[in-house]
């Protein structure tokens, strides 16, 4: 069974540009969740989608968006970028299918999407 | 989020030794999840807990969830170079969402 795919796996802006990462998480998982990691506060929880719709939000500013797809698929959208903005990005996929819902919890993450903003 | 205090920050040891790690947290959390990070690449699920003193191993690595429900610890014995890696705890509230808190991580080198 394919993994988490994430696109690009690299990226390089500038300031004041807008990006979109992509994410494919495992087949049959519904749910999908982000992070931002940066070595000065580790690893901080962006949003989560289930079923096209937002669930929970994190404490990001408005220029950090994100969307999914029927397919399951997400996106996410930084507008207006800031060099604090240079992070990895990782995208979890949740078991949440029907048939795979366990426990809760368990989240499996992607290779991540390495972004520099210069 | 909230943040949760993982210790230590880093350990340095020799093949063969065990080790031990530890997080806290100011809030009960209904979920423990233990993770691998190896440069590059995203955090490996290796061990999850679902219940307050909950015991569970995976090969060489097990893992604890406090009774109080605000800590957990992961042991890892008779490390191997292979071990090397960041290790990261991440909890999730009852209130939460599938959102996680994380630890900062422990990094671990092992010398042959």
């Known amino acids: 069974k394919a993994g988490v795919t994430q696109t690009p796996r690299y990226l390089i802006k500038t300031r004041g540009q807008q990006v979109t990462l992509s994410c494919s998480p495992i087949?049959?998982?519904?749910?999908v969740s982000w992070y931002q990691q940066t070595p000065g506060q580790g690893l901080q929880f962006l949003f989560e989608?289930?079923?096209?719709?937002?669930?929970n939000k994190g404490n990001f500013p408005g220029r950090f968006s994100g969307r999914q797809f029927s397919n399951s698929r997400s996106e996410m959208n930084v507008s207006t970028l800031e060099l604090g903005d240079s992070a990895l990005y990782l995208c979890?996929?949740?078991?949440?299918?029907?048939?795979?819902?366990?426990?809760?919890?368990?989240?499996?993450f992607g290779p991540g999407t390495r972004l520099t903003v210069l | 989020g909230q943040q949760l205090n993982q210790s230590p920050q880093s350990m340095f040891i020799q093949e063969g030794e065990d080790v031990s790690m530890n997080c806290t947290s100011s809030?009960?959390?209904?979920?423990w999840l233990w993770y691998k990070q190896d440069p590059g690449e995203g955090p490996v699920l290796l061990i999850a807990?679902?219940?307050?003193?909950e015991l569970t191993s995976n090969g060489r690595l097990t893992a604890q969830f406090g009774i109080t429900r605000k800590d957990s610890f992961l042991n890892i014995s008779a490390s191997i170079p292979s071990d090397v890696g960041i290790y990261f705890c991440?909890?999730?509230?009852?209130?939460?969402?599938?959102?996680?808190?994380f630890g900062k991580g422990t990094s671990l080198l092992v010398t042959p």
């Open positions: 979890a996929s949740i078991p949440t299918g029907r048939g795979l819902a366990g426990p809760g919890g368990e989240q499996f």
């Open positions: 087949s049959g998982h519904r749910s």
């Open positions: 989608y289930f079923s096209e719709t937002q669930r």
């Open positions: 809030s009960i959390f209904n979920t």
């Open positions: 807990l679902y219940k307050a003193g």
């Open positions: 991440a909890g999730r509230g009852r209130n939460s969402g599938y959102a996680l808190n």
